[in-house]
């Protein structure tokens, strides 16, 4: 794994203890190294990474109470956060639990996304009584679903794009379907044709599989630590919840099953719980 980068501007911060020796480490500037995933972006949809300093355990961090995950090692462990889509701009932390509890700040930065409009079968946005109950249902699910939390943690995080195609700039965008606001979209839109190979980004554990009102055929990866991967409108699933897998093994293929305007793979991560742009673990 690579050293997580320093993102405290001071010259000079906490001390190791080394052998019995106090070391004072110099903290160079503030530099955010582009080859370590995922990448810094403190931004609405983006994963901020915070220095926790030195340790010689790993630090249990978290965020309004959910588990956040921590990389690193004795000498500097740092926290990876994910920031919602619907955050403030401003000041925010977390609390560090290490014998006692500190909280360690930082700055949310301001992001504006574009917006989408798109024309979809009316039945897929003003809903029946049955189609919401369906998605109400499915929605306390994946909740449950989306709070898992396991060891080990995951080896790297430098992901492999799941299926070959041109990869959207959709995340974040502020979707209109016929005319009527919706939630921003929350994932990654890879174009490719239906039957398109899908495989995993990251060495995973299966969770969760189902048909969705509107995911369609749905593929829930649990990476460890609180990173989740969720492939959506597959046109066929290979996989079954409790299935091991290595990078790159298929888990399915492309397709066009539920809400959508044609074949594609919708890719989100979710990362303590809050959907991350998946552009941010790629290369």
Known sequence: ?????????????????????????????????????????????????????????????????????VVGDPIVWTALVGIPLSASPGKASIDVHAGTTRSEAYIIESKRYSEQRLKVSPKTVDLSPEDLSRHERERAHQVGVIATFTEPLPSTYKMEQPTPGRRSGSFGLRRVFNGQPRNPHSGMDIAAPTGTPVVSPLPATVIDTGNYFFNGNTVWLNHGG??????????????????????????????????????????????????????????
Not at 244 to 256: H, T, Y
Not at 273 to 280: E, N, S, W
């Open 1 to 69: 794994m690579n050293p997580p980068q320093d993102l405290c501007p001071k010259s000079m911060r906490r001390l190791v203890l080394l052998g019995g020796l106090s070391l004072a480490l110099p903290r160079p500037a503030l530099a955010i190294d582009p080859q370590i995933w995922p990448r810094h972006s403190a931004v609405p949809g983006g994963v901020a990474r915070i220095d926790l300093g030195p340790a010689t355990e790993r630090p249990r961090a978290t965020v309004d109470g959910v588990p956040l995950l």
């Open 226 to 283: 609180g990173l989740l991967s969720m492939m959506c409108h597959l046109s066929r699933t290979d996989v079954k919840p409790g299935d091991k897998l290595a990078s790159g093994q298929r888990i399915g293929a492309v397709g066009a099953t539920g809400r959508v305007t044609g074949p594609h793979l919708h890719w989100s991560i979710s990362l303590n719980r809050v959907m991350v742009d998946p552009a941010l673990f790629l290369a």
